[in-house]
C-alpha cells in the first residue's frame, strides 16, 4: 500500500478545511491542484469526509470527479451504497451474522492464495509436535483456516494427532458452524467454545501448543491488542498471526492518512468482490458486509468506537516484540501483495521453542 508523505497530508488536510468551510475552489479545480494519480484518493477524501458530517449532496460531486478517474471502485461502489441508502453514510449491514457470506468471501482469488500462503508458512515454520496437538483458534470464524492448517502439519508429518481445539468467536453463528467443522475433521478431539471477543473472555481455558489468530484481532485498538494479544502467548508457545496491513489504528478520524488507507484496501477488496463472477446481489451482500460495514465505521466514528484496527506491519511488530515477553518473531512472511493491499504472517515462539 501507499503512505502520504507528511507534506501531502498536510496539503490534503488545508484543502480540506476550505472546502469543510465552504471556502474552497469547484471540484475540478481542487482536484487538479493535486497529483494526477492521486486526485481519485484526494476526492474519495473529501467525499467521505462530507457525506461522514450528513453533507451527502456536497459530496456526490466529489466521489463522482473520484469516479471517473479512479484505477479502483472506491468512490463508485460509495455512491453505488448512498444511492442505495437514499444518501445515508451509516454502517450498511451488522457483519457476520451469517456464516454463508464469508464463505464467498473467503474464496476470492487474492484471499484464498493468501490464506494457502499463510498455511504453507506456518506448516514450516512450526515445529514438531510429539504429543497429540492442541490448538486454539482465536476468532476462528468457519474454523476452515485452523482445520487445514492442522491437515497440513498432518501431511507434513509434524503432529500425531489432535487432542484439544479452543474456539473463540463472538458470533454464535460463526461458534456453531466451526463447532460442526472441526468435530467432522478431528472426531477425536475434545471441543471448548467460547462465545466472546478475546478482549471480553474472562479467562482462556487450557494450554495450547499454539494459537492462531487470523484476521480477527484488528477489531480493537493497539491499546487493548497491548494487553489482550500477551495473554494468548500465556496459553501457547506459539503464536500465528495473519492480518491485512492497513493504517486504521492510530490516525484520527478525519485524517488524510486514515481515508487514504482505506481507499486503498476497500477499493481493492470491492474490485475483487465485483471481478468474481456472482449474482449482483451475493457480490453486493459480500461488499457491504465485510468491506462497507468497515469501511463506514472507520470513516465515521471516532478511535475507540469503531470497529476496525488495521495496523501496518511495523506497528504490529513493534506492538507484538513489546508485548509477548520471552518471545521471538520466527518468521515474518509475505502471504499476498499488490500495489494497494498486503497480507502477512508473523510467528513468534516462545524462548527455547523458538530454537
Ligand atoms: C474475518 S473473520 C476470520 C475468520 C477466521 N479466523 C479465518 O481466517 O477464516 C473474523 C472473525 O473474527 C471474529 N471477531 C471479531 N472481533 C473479534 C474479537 N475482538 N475477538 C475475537 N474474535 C473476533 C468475527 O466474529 C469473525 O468470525
Redesign the pocket.
Known amino acids: 500500500m501507499y503512505l502520504l508523505s507528511s507534506e501531502e497530508s498536510g496539503r490534503w488536510e488545508a484543502a480540506a478545511s476550505e472546502i469543510l468551510d465552504g471556502k474552497g475552489e469547484s471540484v475540478a479545480r481542487a482536484a487538479a491542484r493535486v497529483r494526477p494519480d492521486m486526485r481519485a484518493a484526494f476526492c474519495y477524501y473529501v467525499g467521505t469526509m462530507l457525506a461522514s458530517q450528513g453533507r451527502t449532496d456536497e459530496a456526490l460531486p466529489w466521489l463522482e470527479y473520484g469516479k471517473a478517474v479512479e484505477p479502483i471502485p472506491a468512490c463508485s461502489y460509495l455512491l453505488d451504497l448512498l444511492d442505495r441508502q437514499g444518501g445515508e453514510f451509516v454502517i450498511p449491514e451488522v457483519a457476520?451474522t451469517d456464516p454463508r457470506p464469508?464463505g464467498h468471501f473467503?474464496s476470492l482469488p487474492s484471499l484464498s492464495s493468501a490464506?494457502t500462503n499463510f498455511i504453507e508458512r506456518a506448516t514450516a515454520s512450526l515445529p514438531d509436535f510429539e504429543a497429540p496437538l492442541r490448538y486454539a483458534?482465536?476468532?476462528?470464524?468457519?474454523g476452515?483456516?485452523g482445520i487445514r492448517l492442522v491437515r497440513s502439519l498432518e501431511s507434513a508429518g509434524k503432529i500425531t494427532g489432535v487432542e484439544d481445539v479452543m474456539l473463540?468467536?463472538?458470533?454464535p453463528g460463526?461458534l456453531d458452524l466451526a463447532q460442526r467443522n472441526v468435530g467432522q475433521a478431528f472426531p477425536g478431539a475434545a471441543v471448548t467454545l467460547v462465545q466472546a471477543?478475546?478482549?471480553d473472555a474472562r479467562e482462556l481455558p487450557g494450554r495450547y501448543d499454539f494459537s492462531i489468530?487470523?484476521?480477527?484481532?484488528h477489531?480493537?485498538t493497539a491499546e487493548q491488542k497491548s494487553v489482550h494479544l500477551p495473554r494468548l502467548a500465556e496459553v501457547a508457545d506459539h503464536f500465528l498471526l495473519?492480518e491485512l496491513e492497513g493504517n486504521h489504528d492510530y490516525p484520527a478520524l478525519g485524517s488524510p492518512e486514515l481515508a487514504f488507507s482505506v481507499y486503498q484496501i476497500f477499493g481493492r477488496g470491492v474490485q475483487w468482490v465485483m471481478d468474481q463472477p456472482a449474482p449482483g446481489e451475493v457480490q453486493r451482500a459480500c461488499a457491504d458486509t465485510?468491506l462497507m460495514t468497515e469501511a463506514i465505521s472507520i470513516l465515521s466514528q471516532p478511535r475507540g468506537e469503531r470497529t476496525e484496527y488495521h495496523m501496518l506491519r511495523g506497528q504490529w511488530k513493534e506492538l507484538l516484540g513489546r508485548g509477548l515477553s520471552g518471545f521471538e518473531c520466527v518468521c515474518e512472511a509475505t502471504c499476498y501483495a499488490d500495489e494497494y493491499v498486503e497480507q502477512f504472517m508473523l510467528h513468534y515462539a516462545r524462548g527455547a521453542a523458538a530454537r
Open positions: 457476520f464469508w473467503s490464506r483458534d482465536v476468532g476462528c470464524g468457519s476452515e483456516l473463540m468467536d463472538p458470533s460463526m471477543k478475546l478482549e489468530a487470523s484476521s480477527s484481532v477489531h480493537m495473519s465485510f
